[in-house]
């Protein structure tokens, strides 16, 4: 089982950044997809869903309105489009997949909004 981040990085903020998660040993298409973050010196927070339910998706209160998870069944990703970054979405991004019981953590990637 592979859950690999890609796309984080360093913005300014207000800019966009659009993070990818790859999935592979698995089957996705059952799997409830997260985004995670963790910045440094706090604990990890969920900030999106996308549940197996076509087009069901939550959100954190801080993310939401800036942010959108979607997902391709067919490519076993997903994605976080990250718009209007603030200084406070620095953090660690971590992708998430979970099936009851049976969860799945990617590595993480580096989001650093900064001007």
């Known amino acids: 089982v592979q859950l690999v981040e890609s796309g984080g990085g360093l913005v300014q903020p207000g800019g966009p950044l659009r993070l990818a998660c790859a999935a592979s040993g698995f089957t996705f298409s059952r799997y409830t997809m997260n985004w995670y973050r963790q910045a440094p010196g706090k604990e990890r927070e969920l900030v999106a869903t996308s549940t197996t339910t076509a087009g069901t998706t939550n959100y954190a209160d801080s993310v939401k309105g800036r942010f959108t998870i979607s997902r391709d069944n067919a490519k076993n990703t997903v994605y976080l489009q990250m718009n209007s970054l603030k200084p406070e979405d620095t953090a660690v991004y971590y992708c998430?997949?979970?099936?009851?019981?049976?969860?799945?953590w990617g590595q993480g990637t580096q989001v650093t909004v900064s001007s």
């Open positions: 998430n997949a979970r099936l009851f019981a049976i969860t799945f």
